[in-house]
């Protein structure tokens, strides 16, 4: 009862979350100046934002098999992508971006085996973009400081570089991971699960190259999803700097990973409190905010649509792998 009252309240969370932000948006702003805005736009620049933004998943894509590598794991190219879309597609429910990086393992690990280092590579993968968020939030705001003055933005940047910095030192270090494991120490399975992923990650120490590469990648998908958003701005009559969304779009990124439907309503907030800042209305910012959320949803519905595509290669691959096991389930 327990745990059905448990699975029933992480759907509906999310839900209220996503429909309770969304309702407090159109209270506050003009929703009728923003829907004109938004039918006013020049479709020119905004079919080149939602290609640019369909486009960054091969960045990311690319990031996360060189960390599959780094960790020893040989996967084709089509099964990581086959699981890395349906992993967007399984975003637009309310389970969260962490949810859909479980699914998209336990694809692929029923695929392939070898779960810990699957998700020992989703980890590291994770790490890395956020590592790449924190870094050009930070490099952006150092040089740009003197145009944004809100105390906020620097919490904001300084948070998540003091999280991302956690995460690494409890991830890469043996004494303090066994530590925390000992959480665990009634449940044997999952305490022996978590050190595995901890043996594998711990793989890329002498590897700091591949780590470093990834990193990079991380910063270069931010810098492209930034143009992306310039760009949704030039379309709807906007002459933001790109600065302020290289600064404004890492801080926005984190707080959509939030439990919700796609980042729907904690993408619309972040970005109505942050452009105003810098002289945009709210009724605009809400609008471009609108806008990239359908590009999420799009982008969510043709990882579907890929899916879909090659889920009768994906069954070959699989039976390849396991003769005698039925194939994945559709």
């Known amino acids: 009862m327990a745990k059905e009252f448990k699975n029933i309240f992480s759907i509906i969370l999310p839900c209220f979350l996503s429909l309770a932000l969304l309702v407090w948006l159109f209270v506050t702003i003009d929703y009728k100046h923003m829907w004109q805005a938004i039918k006013g736009a020049d479709m020119r620049y905004m079919s080149g934002a939602g290609i640019i933004f369909f486009l960054i998943n091969f960045l990311i894509i690319w990031r996360w098999?060189?960390?599959?590598?780094?960790?020893?794991?040989?996967?084709?190219?089509?099964?990581?992508?086959?699981?890395?879309?349906?992993?967007?597609?399984?975003?637009?429910?309310?389970?969260?971006?962490?949810?859909?990086?479980?699914?998209?393992?336990?694809?692929?690990?029923?695929?392939?085996?070898?779960?810990?280092?699957?998700?020992?590579?989703?980890?590291?993968?994770?790490?890395?973009?956020?590592?790449?968020?924190?870094?050009?939030?930070?490099?952006?705001?150092?040089?740009?400081?003197?145009?944004?003055?809100?105390?906020?933005?620097?919490?904001?940047?300084?948070?998540?570089?003091?999280?991302?910095?956690?995460?690494?030192?409890?991830?890469?270090?043996?004494?303090?991971?066994?530590?925390?494991?000992?959480?665990?120490?009634?449940?044997?399975?999952?305490?022996?699960?978590?050190?595995?992923?901890?043996?594998?990650?711990?793989?890329?120490k002498g590897k700091q190259k591949k780590g470093w590469e990834a990193i990079i990648i991380s910063i270069g998908a931010q810098i492209v999803l930034a143009i992306e958003f310039y760009l949704s701005a030039k379309g709807m009559h906007q002459n933001i700097p790109l600065?302020?969304?290289?600064?404004?779009?890492?801080?926005?990124?984190?707080?959509?990973?939030?439990?919700?439907?796609?980042?729907?309503?904690?993408?619309?907030?972040?970005?109505?409190?942050?452009?105003?800042?810098?002289?945009?209305?709210?009724?605009?910012?809400?609008?471009?905010?609108?806008?990239?959320?359908?590009?999420?949803?799009i982008n969510g519905l043709l990882g579907g649509l890929f899916y879909v595509s090659t889920l009768s290669s994906g069954r070959i691959q699989y039976s390849q792998a396991n003769p005698g096991l039925q194939g994945p389930a559709a």
């Open 65 to 204: 098999r060189i960390l599959m590598k780094a960790v020893g794991l040989k996967a084709p190219s089509l099964s990581s992508m086959r699981w890395y879309f349906i992993g967007l597609f399984c975003n637009l429910a309310p389970i969260s971006s962490v949810g859909s990086d479980v699914i998209r393992g336990l694809g692929l690990a029923q695929e392939l085996g070898a779960k810990p280092k699957i998700f020992a590579s989703i980890v590291l993968d994770r790490l890395s973009g956020f590592a790449g968020i924190v870094i050009l939030a930070a490099l952006a705001f150092l040089f740009g400081h003197g145009i944004i003055e809100n105390k906020l933005v620097i919490v904001a940047i300084a948070a998540m570089s003091l999280v991302s910095g956690a995460f690494v030192v409890v991830l890469f270090s043996h004494r303090i991971f066994s530590f925390a494991c000992k959480a665990f120490a009634a449940w044997p399975k999952v305490k022996e699960n978590l050190m595995r992923l901890h043996y594998d990650i711990v793989l890329l």
């Open 243 to 297: 600065v302020y969304f290289i600064i404004f779009s890492p801080i926005v990124c984190v707080v959509t990973s939030l439990p919700s439907i796609g980042g729907l309503g904690f993408r619309e907030i972040g970005w109505v409190y942050l452009l105003p800042l810098v002289g945009v209305s709210k009724d605009m910012a809400g609008g471009l905010s609108l806008v990239n959320s359908a590009f999420t949803i």
